[in-house]
């Protein structure tokens, strides 16, 4: 029974099928459930991400790919989607049986003969080309506009030299200004999410510039020997807050840059970023703090 699964469902809300194929951007190697055929599933497991256009669009694309009479068994915690959820998959013309468990809602449905609404679904959260010239996709971090993190940490950032690498590059807004400078050689581009890696392939192309799908705390070949790294790092994972992930990237960082490189890095004011980055460099400059975000220049 050819079968799928979207993210990483806790195993007492969401029974993973066997041998299911990993459709999650957020895990590299995963397959990209728009590139399955349609009807060529017989069963489907969902965690369904949080945001609304982001959640019809893989619901929808989930009942696409779905033979019909196959199983789809979606959930969401309660405060993150799982109050709609129910509801979205009526509007697409199932027959839904909505059970509760770990704070979660869970939807089971036999896929329809007929479905209501796949391809407007599929149409709004697909990527598209923003006003600003950029692709991007609903889902993915800031991606309807240029982040005030960011925004802030393009005010300040110098013309860069030598080699260096963006962590958890989204689309490419820091990496495109990086590259302006004629003196930047080589850039690294790493990003996890799969959607943003996609367009930021759209949105960058110059022969300096590699862009990898990885884990910024897993990357091969390891990131050595840089002269810098600029980053906004993420501080959520699976929809909470993590501090300890921000962290990790600066560890990452330090590592990554030869003696007297230098790291800038833009974060929310209200991160404890100060002792771990204090630990890693040898010198650490506050450069800039406005709109409740603040900007660190690190050198190792």
Do not use: H, K
């Given at each position: 029974m050819p079968a799928a699964v979207y993210g990483t469902p806790p195993n007492d809300v969401l029974e993973t099928p066997k041998?299911?194929?990993?459709?999650?951007?957020?895990?590299?190697?995963?397959?990209?459930?728009?590139?399955?055929?349609?009807?060529?599933?017989?069963e489907v497991a969902l965690?369904?991400?949080p945001g609304a256009v982001e959640a019809r669009y893989v619901v929808a694309q989930a009942l696409r790919v779905l033979a019909p009479g196959g199983a789809l068994v979606a959930a969401a915690p309660k405060d993150r989607g799982g109050l709609r959820l129910k509801r979205t998959l009526e509007g697409f013309g199932c027959e839904v049986a909505e059970t509760a468990r770990r704070h979660h809602r869970i939807c089971a449905v036999e896929r329809p003969a007929t479905l209501i609404g796949l391809e407007e679904a599929i149409a709004e959260g697909a990527p598209r080309q923003m006003p600003s010239g950029l692709w991007s996709q609903p889902g993915v971090f800031s991606w309807e506009r240029l982040d005030s993190g960011s925004e802030l940490l393009l005010k300040h950032l110098p013309k860069l030299k030598g080699q260096g690498t963006d962590l958890g590059a989204g689309i490419g807004w820091l990496s495109r200004a990086v590259l302006t400078s004629p003196d930047v050689t080589k850039l690294r581009i790493i990003?996890?999410?799969?959607?943003?890696?996609?367009?930021?392939?759209?949105?960058?192309?110059?022969?300096?510039a590699t862009i990898e799908w990885a884990d910024v705390r897993n990357?091969?070949?390891?990131?050595t020997d840089l002269d810098f790294v600029v980053m906004n790092p993420p501080f959520h994972d699976g929809g909470a807050e993590d501090r300890a992930l921000g962290?990790?990237?600066?560890?990452?960082?330090?590592?990554?840059?030869r003696k007297g490189g230098?790291?800038?890095?833009?974060?929310?004011r209200h991160l404890p970023y100060e002792t771990v980055l204090n630990e890693a460099f040898k010198v650490v400059k506050p450069v800039a703090d406005a709109s409740g975000f603040k900007i660190y220049e690190a050198r190792r």
């Open positions: 041998g299911a194929r990993q459709l999650s951007p957020l895990i590299p190697g995963s397959d990209d459930v728009a590139q399955i055929a349609d009807a060529s599933l017989d965690l369904v991400p990003e996890l999410d799969r959607r943003a890696y996609d367009c930021a392939r759209r949105n960058i192309e110059d022969e300096r990357v091969a070949p390891p990131l962290q990790a990237f600066i560890r990452v960082a330090s590592s990554a840059l230098t790291l800038w890095l833009t974060a929310n």
